[in-house]
């Protein structure tokens, strides 16, 4: 084989996903938006016990190795996109001392400086690690993954097949991981799969869904046109142990999921800061409909509108109601957002108006323990409950993203990231607080009367 062919072959289509996050790229000669230093995902676990930096720093090699959507880059040329893999290199693993300041805070003080540093997507491996050291027997493990080659699943994936490299390294044996694929074989199997029936009824379900629809956008304190001087902060906030508790117990009995009861007052939210009924919002979901990709490390999250008409609701059961049904829906028609926007073109089109930004929400899903051991003579168990809010933190493309993990025993921990040079943070703080209040109401006393006229 030629060296130009074996080029070739190592040239894949891009997954829709990937051309989700090109349309937000408005200068390919620019590390900016979703190829900027910044656009990562950053998990931390807690490590108790004694760590071995060198079997650590080779197990993090062995997962560059496993993973192919950590050693790929994406030409992005309008006219010729596509992903490229690229031969295993060793991902940089840096060992600093956390300093005792006598703060409470201080773990998540070091996930910040952390989330606040840079990761290139241009050159691979998209994966980079920090081992912040708080005592002999304690220490703090981050990962830092870019999102054009991870997702927040994939986070989880990662530190499960780090732990155990690390300890088939540790007793000298293969590491007992499951097959996986590679997800170069993700973007293929969505194009297989767009010719399906299923497909096209989705598609169809789309089309009538959201005729004449454009997504809603919240009204922001400044407008701004995206640049390089965009910069992501991060709002942190916890919904108390009694709010969640029945945030849960409402959805029981209504036959609905935790996140359609927080969607219910999310709605109502958008309703009353925008003046309108027809309620088209986004949220992320995982995109990982497809149980071949399980164990696939890489970007599967899907970018799903949802079109709930609150004209004529009563009730703020009727709007939880109305939401549920538009949930189940836009589940069971999940496709590529790039899709969707085949049968509603006018559907983006917020995201090009000046003084709005499209706001999204999304509530974590927890498919696998995030616990377990590193070797025998360490614990590993990730930091989830984030209170601090930062300056600069992970990107966002465009917009502002409200991400809520729900835990029934410590409460929600939610946050909303946007772009300081359009929201000031009292206005991100009256937001949340407007939220707290509005699904507290609906959980407490789901019969409170709603007019069309306090929507508007």
């Given at each position: ?6 080029a ?11 051309e ?15 190829f ?8 931390g ?54 300093p ?8 998540e ?10 990761i ?55 590491a ?49 046109v ?25 959805a ?28 088209v ?28 008409d ?46 709005v ?99 508007r």
């Amino acid at each position: 084989m030629s060296e130009v062919d074996e080029a070739a072959s190592r040239r894949y289509p891009l997954s829709h996903t990937q051309e989700f996050l090109c349309g937000f790229d408005d200068n390919v000669d620019a590390d900016e938006g979703p190829f900027g230093p910044r656009y990562h995902n950053v998990r931390g676990w807690r490590l108790l016990g004694s760590v071995d930096i060198d079997l650590l720093r080779a197990a993090l090699g062995d997962v560059v190795t496993r993973h192919e959507a950590l050693r790929t880059v994406i030409n992005r040329p309008s006219t010729d996109r596509y992903q490229e893999v690229r031969p295993p290199s060793p991902p940089g693993l840096e060992v600093v001392d956390v300093p005792e300041t006598g703060s409470e805070h201080r773990v998540e003080e070091f996930l910040g400086v952390v989330e606040a540093g840079t990761i290139s997507a241009v050159h691979p491996p998209l994966l980079r690690a920090v081992l912040g050291r708080l005592s002999d027997e304690e220490s703090l493990f981050v990962l830092v993954g870019h999102h054009i080659g991870t997702d927040g699943w994939s986070m989880r994936l990662l530190m499960r097949d780090i732990a155990e490299y690390y300890g088939a390294r540790a007793e000298g044996r293969e590491a007992r991981l499951p097959e996986v694929r590679q997800y170069r074989e993700f973007g293929v199997a969505q194009r297989e799969a767009s010719s399906s029936p299923a497909h096209e009824r989705a598609r169809a379900y789309w089309r009538d869904k959201l005729r004449d629809a454009r997504l809603l956008g919240l009204p922001a304190d400044a407008a701004v046109v995206p640049g390089p001087d965009k910069v992501t902060s991060t709002f942190r906030f916890v919904l108390d142990p009694g709010l969640t508790d029945a945030t849960v117990r409402l959805a029981r009995s209504s036959r609905a999921s935790a996140f359609m009861v927080l969607q219910t007052a999310y709605n109502v939210l958008v309703a009353r800061r925008t003046s309108a009924t027809d309620i088209v919002v986004p949220t992320i979901t995982s995109g990982r409909l497809d149980e071949r990709f399980e164990e696939t490390v890489g970007p599967f999250f899907n970018f799903l509108p949802l079109r709930t008409d609150l004209e004529g609701c009563v009730t703020l059961r009727d709007v939880l109601q109305r939401t549920r049904a538009t949930c189940i829906e836009a589940q069971v028609n999940d496709i590529p957002f790039a899709h969707l926007v085949g049968e509603a073109p006018e559907l983006p089109s917020t995201f090009a108006t000046p003084g709005v930004a499209v706001s999204a929400l999304q509530v974590f899903q927890h498919p696998f323990g995030a616990d377990g051991e590193l070797g025998a003579t360490a614990k590993y168990a990730e930091v989830r409950h984030r209170v601090l809010g930062q300056a600069i933190s992970s990107d966002i493309p465009n917009g502002m993203l409200w991400t809520l993990d729900v835990d029934a025993e410590h409460g929600i921990f939610g946050s909303v990231k946007y772009d300081r040079q359009e929201f000031r943070e009292d206005t991100v703080a009256g937001l949340v607080e407007e939220f707290r209040a509005i699904l507290s109401t609906v959980v407490t006393d789901a019969d409170t009367p709603l007019s069309v006229e306090e929507a508007r």
